[in-house]
Every structure is written in C-alpha cells, then in structure tokens.
Nanobody, 128 residues
Framework: QVHLVESGGGSVQPGGSLRLSCAAS????????MGWFRQAPGKAREFVAA????????VYADFVQGRCTIARDNAKNTVYLQMDSLRPEDTAVYYC?????????????????????WGQGTQVTVSS
C-alpha cells in the first residue's frame, strides 16, 4: 500500500511557475507508474502527466505539453510536476497518483481508474 502527500501548490499570477512535489511512503516506489491529475470545481478529473517506474516513459496531456515537466527521484520516493507559463484555466486541485503497474502504456496511463492510490490534492490557483 502507498500513501501519497502532495505539496507545493499555491497562488500564482498568469505566466508564473510552480513546482509540485509528491512524497510516497510504503510499497516499491520504483515499480510504480506515478502521475498527476487535476480537477476544477464542477469538472471531471483530468489527466496531466505520467512517468514510468524507472522514468524511461513519460506522457503528457496535449494541453500541458510544452508547459509542464514531470520527473521522479526514486532515491527520495518523490515525483515532481514543474509547471510554467501558468494560465487561469490551470486553476484546480492537483492530485498525485500511483499505479502498481510499472508502465501500463501511453493510453492506459491517462485513465484515472488505473491508479490505485491517490493523494489528498494540492490547490493551484492562477489569477491576477
């Protein structure tokens, strides 16, 4: 079993940057696909990015590619999401997720149901 704790959220102006962190405890971290989803009020959960257990495979949602970078440090059991050029539309609660599969494929990695573990979320607000 895995426990996930996000941090690094906050309020930022349009065009600004944030770096989200997710600390994992329990389980074999390097064997898990890790990722990020987000959810704005009144909207469905939305895939953001995912990274395979050893970091070889990465997939981004179309709308964030070029502005976000996902990375992991398996020695620290931590996954990161660097977000740049933030827009008001990026305002949401961002969730760290873990899948016991080391890599389910580029399509399956985008599906929320494939992730067994979810963090509590961290709020990101982009406004002027």
């Amino acid at each position: 079993q895995v426990h996930l704790v996000e941090s690094g959220g906050g309020s930022v102006q349009p065009g600004g940057s944030l770096r989200l962190s997710c600390a994992a405890s329990g389980g074999a971290f390097s064997s898990y696909t890790m990722g990020w989803f987000r959810q704005a009020p009144g909207k469905a959960r939305e895939f953001v990015a995912a990274i395979s257990g050893l970091g070889r495979m990465i997939v981004y949602a179309d709308f964030v590619q070029g502005r976000c970078t996902i990375a992991r440090d398996n020695a620290k059991n931590t996954v990161y999401l660097q977000m740049d050029s933030l827009r008001p539309e990026d305002t949401a609660v961002y969730y760290c997720v873990a899948d016991e599969n080391s890599w389910p494929g580029r399509v399956s990695a985008r599906i929320a149901m494939n992730y067994e573990y979810w963090g509590q979320g961290t709020q990101v607000t982009v406004s002027s």
